[in-house]
């Protein structure tokens, strides 16, 4: 059974940073991590994806200011978020897969979502 549950959003001003974590179980280890947002009104959108090898990928929309990380040992990835704008303002869900992707139908485990608000 697989679980995923996220945690570290919240209320930050412009510029701010936020780092957020997501505890998993119940997953292959070879599987690639993921951080998804959705805005309101908006698609949910791949942001970072971390393969079991610590291959990256971002959207180009966080490059340089977001960084995916993973700790195997702990079944967790983590997104560093720094220099926070408005437009990051959405609910972050973290998601995992078999194959290392960035689009949401290549996902077929999502956590809950965590609410990152930037004002």
């Known amino acids: 059974h697989v679980q995923l549950v996220e945690s570290g959003g919240g209320l930050v001003q412009p510029g701010g940073a936020l780092r957020l974590s997501c505890a998993a179980s119940?997953?292959?280890?070879?599987?690639?991590m993921a951080w998804f947002r959705q805005a309101p009104g908006k698609e949910r959108e791949g942001v970072a994806t971390?393969?079991?090898?610590?291959?990256?990928a971002y959207a180009n929309s966080v490059k340089g200011r977001f960084t995916v990380s993973r700790d195997n040992a702990k079944n967790a990835v983590y997104l560093q978020m720094n220099n926070l704008q408005s437009e990051d303002t959405a609910l972050y869900y973290c998601a995992i897969s078999p194959v290392f992707a960035g689009w949401v139908q290549a996902f077929g485990y999502w956590g809950q979502g965590t609410q990152v608000t930037v004002s």
């Open positions: 971390i393969a079991a090898d610590g291959r990256t």
């Open positions: 119940g997953f292959k280890a070879s599987y690639s």
